[in-house]
C-alpha cells in the first residue's frame, strides 16, 4: 500500500507574467481627440481620466500627468472608453488614482529588475482593503468604495500589473478568473489555449487563420455568463479579450464570446487531441490561473469556480505541429 | 499505542472529482490530489473514529493488507496530511470537526 504517492502540489500562487511589449513607450506619441472632454478640474490641476474596460469592468485610470495619460491611451487603445455609449455595461465605473513619483529611485520593473523578480508581488487585505506591492508598485483598493491608488514610477508595466491584479480579485468575487493562456474567437465560440511557456501559446496565435479574432496571446479573462452565475445550474463561461499582450506585443480584441473549448498545448510529432477527464482538466487548468491574493475565501472561491468550469467546458490536451494546419483541430 | 483521531481541516476546499479528493489549502492556495486509498482516509476523517477503526474498518476490508502494516502507513500519511496543513490529528476525539 503506497499512500505517499498519492500527494502531488501544484501552486495556485503564481508569479507575475513577464511583460515585454513596450508598446507606447517606443512608438511616436499620437494626437487625441477628446482630450478637452476628459480633462477634469481639481484644485487647479489638470486630470486626466483615461477609462480602461476589460471584460465589463471599467476602472477610470486618473493622473495629473499628461504623458503618463498618453501611455495610457496608446497602451490600451480600443480597451479606452472615449465615450460612456461605448460602455458594455451599465455597471459603476472604479475608480484608481495613480500618482507617479518622479526620480524616486523606484526601480523601473521591466528594464531593472527582469523576469527573476516577477514573483515578489504581494497581495494581502489590510482594513478591508487590498494592498497589493511589487517593487516598482504600492496600490491600495477599496472593494466597497470601488476605489483606490497606486503610487509608480512613469511607466506602463507597474499600471498594468495593478490592473491585472485588481480584475483578478473582482473576478474571483464573480465566479471568473484570469489564466496565463491565449484565447481566440472562431465561429462566434471561444477557445482557450494554456501550456507551458515554450508550449506554443505564441506560435499557434500566430498561425491563425483570417476568420478567427484573438482575444489575447497571453492572459485570457474567463467570467460566467451573467445572470447564470455558478452555483444555480451552472452557466457556460464566457471569454473577453484583454488588452495583456504577450510576446506577439499586439493587444486582443476588444470581444467576448461563450467559450466552447480549452486546449492544453504542447507542440509534438503530429496534430492530435486528447480528451482529459474532469480531474485532469482542473489540475491542468489550477496550473495556470492567475490568482494573487493569499485570501482564504477568495481562494474557495476560485477553487468552486475551475471545478464549475471543468465540469462544463470541454478540455483536451492538443499536441501540436507549429504549422495552419493545426487550426483544423479547433472547431 | 495510543487511540489517533483525525479531521479535515477547517482551512481547506475540497471535492471529490472521479472518486478522488482534490483539496485546495485556502491558506496557501496549495493544490492536493488524493489517491483512492488516501480519499477513504479523508472521507472517513470525522473526528469521532480513530485511524485504527478506519483503517479497519475502510481499507484492512477492502483490500488485502496486513492490518499492522496499513495502519502504520496510514499513519505517516496522516502525519505528512497535517504537515499539509489539511488534516488535524489528536489523541482525543475532535468535537469541532469540519
Redesign the interface.
Known sequence: MNLCASRRKACLLQPEISRRAGLALRQPARLWDGLVDRMLTSKSVSVYDITIEIGDIAVSVRTESSEFARLMEDRYAEFVIREPWQRAMEQPVMELDVELLLDSGIPNHESDLGDAAEDDVSVRIQANRWVMERGDFRAEWDPECRRGWVRQSLNPYAIDSVLRILHSLILARSGGFLIHAASAVRNGRAFIFAGESGAGKTTLSRLAPRDATILTDEISYVKPVAGNRAGANGGPFEAFGTPFAGELARIGQKTRACLAGMFILRQGPENRLESLTEREAAWELFRHVLFFARDEDLVRRVFESILEFVRCVPVQRMAFQPNAAAWELIA | MSAMYIARSR?I?A?A??G?M?I???????????????TL?WQAADGATTLEQIVERK?CAE?E?EPA??LA??E??VR??EGFGILRVSGQPITDAA
Open positions: 482551512e476546499a471535492r472529482l472521479g478522488e482534490m485546495m489549502s485556502a491558506r496557501d492556495s496549495t493544490l492536493f490530489n488524493l489517491n483512492e486509498l488516501g482516509i481499507i483490500y493488507v502494516l496499513a502507513d496510514a505517516a500519511y505528512e496530511l
